[in-house]
């Protein structure tokens, strides 16, 4: 079955260069991007397996309890068409409740929570579907920003079919009044792909009386071949 | 039809999550032709060398196939995330020419994703090599002769490339669209 994957970019992708974000003035090409036929480069992709994945998990905890509101995040991988992507390597990152980062780069002043692993991997199953334990970060101010503040945000890395399914996403807390104020979610010029960063709020993927539950589906690049009609 | 979900940067704070991040050796699973390795800094357009960039290496094996499993000799995929002081390096093996439309062929390459800090979303790039006949090669083609050199690493007898990346401005490397 042939796969296309169509030119990526317009308003449903962020504009490389932002007003607030880390000098994206300096790391943007200035030069046009040259256009690229999708050839076997492009539409092959690396396969993972299990062994990929190790031992690192799907629960952020690691069974401990952790600081902050414990929440399940849960979703399906799609491609263009609204099949599901099987066998999609899923990897998930993100600060503790204080907003801080187990990472030397992160200086600011907040505590470290030793009970909190802060990442998680897994392959998504026959459905598409992942599922993973967290607690819900917090906000933390960016360096020299004039107090921009991030949102509470979970980083998502997906490969799906192919070096062209290539993704890296934030996803957003429902309701938070910094979403949008915030430079990087507010560099998509579509509101409805802002929308679609946004969890929702969901009581079947939570767990009764011990954690909230959140649902965030997420579409990779690449569809069937429409058929010539006519 | 939905569109893709939107890309977002993977910010400064990634390092400890991702798999392999510093696995840059695309050999680790056995000897499928003769090593090689490609070196480089990453640059901004102020001329800084930059920390924290992903870049992630997808390339044939020696014959020109791409690997289809998990458990594949030669699996062609790599990461790396530069050092403080931009470097950053991989070892693999030299891919062969790769089918294009027709009876073409494409030089050997290897495809390079960039991913940072102060990148809203993926940059792709090519890396090709001085001591193949790049000539004919119908993508290299489609970038402007004057900067075409900025895609071809140059190496020395031992197979040891080197490769710096520009992010923007003067001396900037090609991109292509995705």
New interface residues.
């Given amino acids: 079955m042939t796969r296309v994957?169509e030119?990526?970019?317009?308003p449903?992708?962020?504009?490389?260069r932002?007003k607030r974000?880390?000098?994206?003035?300096?790391?943007?090409?200035?030069?046009a991007?040259?256009?690229?036929?999708r050839?076997?480069?492009?539409t092959?992709?690396?396969?993972?397996?299990a062994?990929?994945?190790?031992d690192?998990g799907v629960d952020l905890t690691n069974g401990n309890t952790v600081l902050g509101s414990l929440s399940v995040i849960a979703g399906q991988v799609?491609d263009?068409?609204?099949r599901p992507v099987a066998n999609a390597?899923v990897?998930?990152?993100q600060?503790n409740a204080s907003g801080k980062?187990?990472?030397e780069?992160?200086t600011r002043p907040a505590p470290q929570d030793p009970h909190f692993t802060?990442?998680g991997?897994m392959l998504t199953d026959a459905e598409g579907r992942y599922k993973f334990t967290t607690i819900k970060p917090g906000a933390y101010p960016v360096p020299s920003s004039n107090n921009w503040w991030r949102p509470p945000h979970i980083?998502f890395?997906l490969y799906g079919d192919a070096?062209?399914s290539?993704?890296?996403?934030?996803m957003y807390f429902p309701g938070d009044p910094l979403n949008s104020i915030d430079g990087?979610?507010q560099?998509?010029p579509?509101a409805a792909?802002?929308t679609?960063?946004i969890a929702q709020q969901d009581e079947s993927v939570g767990i009764h009386e011990h954690a909230l539950g959140y649902r965030f589906d997420?579409?990779?690049?690449g569809?069937s071949e429409t058929p010539m009609v006519g | 039809?939905?569109?893709?979900?939107?890309?977002?940067?993977?910010?400064?704070?990634?390092?400890?999550?991702?798999?392999?991040a510093n696995e840059f050796d695309l050999t680790r699973g056995g000897q499928h032709g003769p090593a090689i390795t490609i070196t480089g800094k990453l640059f901004?357009?102020?001329g800084?060398a930059?920390r924290?960039f992903l870049l992630?290496w997808?390339q044939?094996d020696a014959s020109g196939q791409?690997?289809?499993?998990?458990?594949?000799p030669f699996?062609?995929?790599g990461r790396c995330i530069t050092k403080p002081d931009g470097s950053f390096s991989f070892k693999t093996i030299k891919p062969g020419a790769?089918?294009?439309?027709g009876n073409s062929w494409?030089a050997p390459?290897a495809?390079l994703?960039i991913?940072?800090?102060?990148?809203?979303?993926?940059?792709?790039t090519?890396v090709y090599f001085a001591d193949e006949d790049n000539t004919a090669c119908p993508?290299l083609n489609?970038?402007p002769e004057a900067?075409r050199g900025k895609l071809i690493a140059r190496g020395d007898s031992a197979g040891a490339y080197t490769l710096d990346i520009r992010?923007?401005?003067e001396g900037?490397?090609?991109?292509?669209?995705?």
Avoid: C, K
Avoid at chain 1, 7 to 10: E, I, K, L, S, V
Avoid at chain 2, 66 to 72: G, K, V
């Fill in positions: 994957y030119p990526f970019g317009g449903s992708q962020p504009d490389l932002t974000y880390m000098r994206t003035n300096v790391t943007a090409p200035a030069e991007l040259i256009e690229l036929p050839t076997a480069t492009e092959s992709g690396p396969v993972f397996g062994a990929d994945v190790g690192v799609l263009e068409d609204g390597l990897e998930f990152w600060a980062y187990p990472h780069v992160d802060g990442a991997r980083h890395s070096f062209a290539r993704l890296i996403t934030q990087i979610l560099a998509v579509d792909a802002r679609r960063l997420i579409v990779l690049r569809h | 039809m939905t569109r893709p979900s939107a890309g977002q940067t993977l910010g400064p704070f990634y390092n400890y999550a991702l798999m392999g901004d357009g102020e800084a930059r924290d992630e997808w044939a791409y690997a289809n499993t998990a458990d594949a699996r062609g995929f790769v089918p294009f439309e494409q390459h495809s994703g991913f940072g800090p102060g990148l809203m979303r993926r940059i792709v090519r993508v489609l970038v900067r992010m923007s401005g900037e490397t090609p991109f292509f669209a995705e």
